[in-house]
C-alpha cells in the first residue's frame, strides 16, 4: 500500500478519542482569523473550499470536526477550539471538552438541531486551567455565540442559541455522535 493510502485509511479510521491520552480528537477544517471556510469532501478525500465569510468577519478560534461522530445535520459534530495560535487545515488537535452551546439551525423552512462544542487544546497556554465553559469570560462567550448567528445568517440559514452546557453535557453529546456513526457503519455494511 502506498504511504499517500496508508495515511488516509489511518485518517479514516481515525476515533472520537486518542485511546492512550484520552484527549478528544478534532480535525481542524477552518483555521483562528480566517475568512475562508474550509470543508472536507468525503468523495474526493481532500479539504476543499466551502465558503467565504463577509468582508470583516472571521472565525474566532480553530473550528473543526470530531471523526467517527454523525450529528443531526448528517455530518460529524462541530468543535470550536480555544488555543493559542491558528492551526492549519486537516491539523489534528488533540483537546479537553468544555461545554456546548446548544441551538438549532433553520435553512429552508426545517430546522434541526446543530449544538456547537467548546474544547481547549490540550496543550494552549491561555486556556490551560479553563476546565468548564462556565470559567470562559462571559463576553467571549456571548461573542463566540453572536459570531455563530452572523456566521449562518450571512449563508441564509438562522441560527438559534438554547442554551449553554458544561463538560459532562458535551462528553455525552459525543458518545451519542458515537453511537450514530456507530449505526451508519452498521447500515452501509449490511447493504453491501
Not at 16 to 39: F, H
Not at 84 to 108: H, K, M, Y
Not at 159 to 185: D, H, N
Request: charged share 30%; net charge positive; hydrophobic share 35%.
Amino acid at each position: 500500500m502506498s504511504k499517500k493510502k496508508e495515511t488516509r485509511k489511518q485518517i479514516d479510521n481515525l476515533s472520537a478519542y486518542n485511546a492512550e491520552s484520552s484527549a478528544l480528537n478534532v480535525i481542524i477544517d477552518t483555521p483562528q482569523g480566517s475568512r475562508n471556510k474550509y470543508k472536507f469532501d468525503e468523495q474526493l478525500k481532500i479539504f476543499k473550499l466551502g465558503g467565504v465569510l463577509p468582508s470583516g468577519a472571521v472565525f474566532p478560534f480553530n473550528f473543526g470536526y470530531v471523526p467517527a461522530t454523525k450529528g443531526e445535520d448528517g455530518g460529524p459534530l462541530d468543535v470550536l477550539v480555544l488555543m493559542d495560535e491558528p492551526a492549519f487545515v486537516g491539523c489534528l488537535i488533540e483537546s479537553r471538552l468544555i461545554g456546548v452551546i446548544e441551538a438549532e439551525q433553520t435553512e429552508e423552512g426545517r430546522t434541526e438541531r446543530n449544538d456547537r462544542l467548546i474544547a481547549v487544546a490540550a496543550v494552549s497556554r491561555n486556556h490551560q486551567n479553563v476546565n468548564e465553559i462556565s470559567e470562559l469570560n462571559e463576553n467571549l462567550v456571548h461573542e463566540i455565540e453572536h459570531f455563530f448567528i452572523s456566521y449562518n445568517q450571512a449563508k441564509g440559514k438562522e441560527f438559534k442559541v438554547l442554551g449553554r452546557g458544561g463538560a459532562k453535557q458535551s462528553a455525552a453529546l459525543i458518545e451519542q455522535g458515537s453511537r450514530m456513526f456507530r449505526r451508519g457503519l452498521k447500515k452501509r455494511s449490511t447493504k453491501k
